[in-house]
């Protein structure tokens, strides 16, 4: 039998993974992926999907503003044949407190200085962005009409389908079981399914990045944090931004198709990649958004679930090379990784290309933590 090869193996098929095989695919690079289980499986499939300019980093507004304006033309780029729902309702983040308010305020001059038109709205302005909303208590907010929404499924299946058409092999229920490596060096990756040598290995598996780094013996303080969201039966389309509450860290949106989206982050939820989800978050995730949002009272809930968001010590990604020769990173991302996947798949494959990034992203180094080179992002759920 013949020996598996490939210029470069990805490990994950979430949308990170898809993106960086369909960019190296389609300059014409021999890639394969694996994919434990099926695309979208992870923390793609399983996110909110909220799409943000409003970030609080120069190098996450510049990403942003390069992601912003190719989500909108993805399906065409991708030749996806289903709809990826891009929905520019806006997005508005509630400040309870001056102290958030005046953070909301500096992202705002950041973004602005960049040429990102983000406004800041008084409580009369967020009622007329969101009528439904109970402004009781409300400071202030940001607020930016282009943000919005997308399907995270479709966005992750259409890089997915593009990066096979281009010529890459997308091996699913394939988990990857090791690295082939020595000498500090990897060269491969062992998965139920055989091993493959490859030039290049990457790993985009975010949340379990911890086991698949220490293969190679490299400690990476990615810790996956339980995260979980509900979906509710479809009511009629309102006027109605995604809306994140700083006071508890509650949001909650209407999707094209009418379903609200409600998501709150409970800080004693547990650190592990399990998909479990709870009555008390159900409980405490309607109490908290229909005292916010008066009219969803009585709306039924269909289905909840629950996904891991990989967290940094800053809460900033990780991405590029790392200590151990033809091994590369991208995780990390927290609750605000799938819109970055547009730039990550593009700045991901100029690296191991060997060329400069588009964007300079050195400040999200492997390296930066042992360095003390934290950057911590102020505009993160
Ligand atoms: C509840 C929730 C809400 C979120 N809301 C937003 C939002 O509004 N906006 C936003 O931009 N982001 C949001 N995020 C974050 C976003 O979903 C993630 O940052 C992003 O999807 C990460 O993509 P990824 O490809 O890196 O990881 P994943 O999608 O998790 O993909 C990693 C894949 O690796 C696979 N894998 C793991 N180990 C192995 C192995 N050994 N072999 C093979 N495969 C393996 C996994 O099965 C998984 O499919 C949210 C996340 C959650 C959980």
Excluded at 22 to 38: I, M, N, Q
Excluded at 267 to 294: G, H
Excluded at 316 to 343: D, K, R
Aim: hydrophobic share 35%; with cysteine; charged share 20%.
């Amino acid at each position: 039998m013949g020996r598996n090869t490939a210029d470069v193996a990805v490990i994950g098929g979430g949308v990170h993974g898809c993106s960086i095989a369909y960019h190296l695919a389609k300059r014409g690079v021999k890639t394969v992926l694996f994919e434990k289980d099926y695309l979208s499986s992870g923390s793609s499939g399983r996110s909110a999907a909220g799409l943000r300019y409003q970030f609080g980093t120069e190098v996450n507004c510049r990403l942003a503003k390069y992601n912003m304006e190719k989500i909108p033309h993805l399906q065409e780029e991708l030749e996806y044949k289903a709809d990826l729902e891009y929905d520019p309702a806006g997005y508005l983040w509630i400040a309870y407190s001056e102290s958030q308010l005046d953070q909301l305020k500096k992202n705002v001059a950041l973004q602005n200085s960049l040429g990102i038109d983000s406004v800041i709205l008084d409580p009369a302005g967020i009622k007329e962005v969101a009528p439904g909303l109970n402004v009781e208590g409300m400071l202030g907010a940001s607020f930016n009409q282009k943000d919005g929404h997308v399907n995270p499924h479709t966005m992750n299946f259409a890089y997915g389908d593009a990066a096979r058409r281009l010529g890459a092999e997308i091996h699913t229920k394939t988990a990857v079981t090791g690295l082939l490596t020595d000498n500090e060096k990897v060269w491969g990756v062992k998965t139920e399914k055989g091993d493959w040598e490859a030039g290049a290995v990457v790993c985009a598996v975010n949340a379990w990045a911890r086991e698949v780094c220490g293969w190679c013996g490299l400690d990476v303080p990615v810790t996956p944090e339980r995260h979980q969201i509900l979906i509710t039966e479809p009511v009629e389309r309102m006027k109605h931004p995604m809306t994140l509450c700083l006071d508890d860290g509650s949001y909650w949106k209407q999707c094209p198709n009418g379903t609200f989206m409600l998501g709150w982050g409970n800080p004693d939820e547990k650190k592990d990649t399990s998909y479990e989800s709870s009555w008390q978050f159900l409980e405490e995730v309607s109490k908290r958004v229909v005292a916010k949002m008066p009219c969803l009272k009585g709306v039924r809930v269909v289905r909840q679930w629950t996904g891991p968001y990989g967290i940094t010590p800053d809460e900033q990604a990780i991405m590029g090379t790392t200590p151990v020769e033809n091994f590369y990173f991208v995780g990390g991302w927290s609750g605000h990784g799938l819109q970055f996947a547009p730039s990550s798949g593009r700045i991901m494959s100029e690296i191991i290309m060997g060329e400069e990034p588009f964007l300079d992203i050195s400040c999200f180094r492997f390296s930066r933590f042992e360095e003390g080179c934290l950057f911590p992002e102020p505009a993160c759920i």
